[in-house]
């Protein structure tokens, strides 16, 4: 920066040539004088603020405690947090809660139409009518809600009644019915290993039953395996592979578009090696290509039974509560495939077809072992039949 320097000093030079000599040391002079007295009071006013200081000092004297050598290599001692006020934890739902809650689109379609029929009405045929469509379209079936409405008109034809009056009579005529089908998958500990073979057409929910079951049963302290022999789907191999690491299980899969059949009889034997307590195998549920699906799981029952006889000791078919009336003609296919022992019911959460359930006990009589009503491990548990037909009907428990 020196050229600039020289460019100012040049300038100045300049200027001072132009202004008379007494006038440059009367400036100077004053210049001098405002610089001095910048100085002294500068001086005052620091020896005030000492002064302040050191009475402060003095006053707060007493106060201080002694610091010898070692305080000074003291730790500070740490602040204790201030603690926080936190709102209560949300308790967790009860298994009916988070069933009901599951269940509101279906029981809030039947409640608010009960509402409408039965407002200020005595039972006659037009109610009656209406009360049938409404069942009707909640899914429980022509042949249940036909049933559930002429029970009704036995007992209160021709008498005002009132919408909590109907709901809570046909809760309990439903319970009645599902109480026959609500059993719960019951392994035998004797025998090693017990084969669950899981069938559904794909999207049902088939893979994410399996590792629950698995992840549950492992929980119990019992050894499980489970064989991936849906070799067309890579995506439920991976998935299934997922589930078997969470839970600790022994996972079996082979290549791409390998023999089911094969897969399964390997499976088996590593099974049986292992002392393995409960064996899962998953199947392709290829819907379309019917034939082929039938001659592949007659397949693979075929083939397992030449190591055990008895296998599978339970075929469970999974089925989407979302499908509605397409769930029976599916029990109807897989029915003709393999010797179906009981039903697993996924997908109840959010869907307005709750009523299936019914329909399904009323045709087949097959046992319902469990409910799915979410992603979480604990949303497949056995199914109640009383807390079923309460929450259908949005009552409180």
């Known amino acids: 920066m020196g050229w600039l320097t020289r460019i100012k000093d040049s300038l100045l030079s300049k200027i001072k040539k132009k202004i008379p000599t007494k006038d440059l040391e009367s400036i100077e002079k004053t210049r001098q004088e405002k610089k001095i007295k910048k100085i002294e009071t500068n001086k005052v006013e620091l020896g005030v603020h000492k002064e302040e200081k050191k009475t402060e000092e003095l006053a707060q004297e007493p106060i201080k405690k002694k610091r010898n050598f070692f305080g000074l290599f003291k730790k500070k001692e740490k602040i204790k947090d201030v603690p926080k006020v936190e709102k209560d934890p949300e308790k967790k739902k009860s298994w009916f809660q988070k069933l009901k809650t599951g269940l509101f689109k279906s029981s809030e379609k039947i409640s608010d139409g009960v509402k409408k029929i039965f407002v200020n009405k005595k039972l006659d045929i037009q109610t009656l009518n209406d009360l049938e469509e409404l069942l009707i379209m909640a899914d429980l079936g022509p042949t249940a809600a036909e049933k559930l409405t002429a029970e009704l008109a036995n007992e209160k034809f021709d008498k005002n009644i009132e919408p909590e009056e109907v709901r809570s ?16 998958l019951v392994l035998d500990n004797a025998q090693k290993p017990i084969v669950v073979l899981v069938v559904g057409v794909n999207g049902t929910g088939k893979t994410t039953t399996i590792g629950k079951l698995a992840h549950q ?44 059949a094969g897969l399964a009889y390997e499976a088996l034997e590593k099974a049986k090696s292992k002392n393995i307590n409960v064996l899962f195998i998953d199947t392709a549920g290829r819907v379309q290509n019917r034939t082929e699906l039938m001659e ?10 030449k190591l055990d006889p008895e296998s599978p000791h339970h ?9 509605g009336q397409n769930a029976l003609s599916q029990v109807e296919i897989f029915k003709e495939m393999a010797e179906i022992s009981g039903l697993i019911v996924t997908k109840l959460d959010g869907s307005a077809k709750g009523g299936i359930l019914l329909s399904l006990a009323e045709k087949f009589r097959l046992p319902v072992h469990a409910i799915g009503i979410g992603e979480k491990i604990e949303d497949l548990q056995s199914f109640e039949a009383k807390e079923f037909a309460e929450s259908l009907m949005g009552l409180e428990k």
């Open 296 to 305: 592949e799981l007659a397949k693979i029952i075929r083939v397992i039974r």
């Open 169 to 184: 009579f046909l809760a309990k005529k439903i319970e009645k019915t599902l109480e026959e089908v609500a059993i719960p």
């Open 217 to 260: 049963y492992s929980n119990e302290g019992k050894k499980i395996m489970i064989a991936a022999c849906d070799t067309f789907r890579a995506a439920a191999v991976e998935q299934l592979q997922i589930w078997a690491e969470r839970s600790n299980t022994d996972f079996v899969k082979g290549s791409q578009d390998c023999d089911a």
């Open 315 to 323: 075929c469970l078919l999974t089925l989407d509560a979302t499908t």
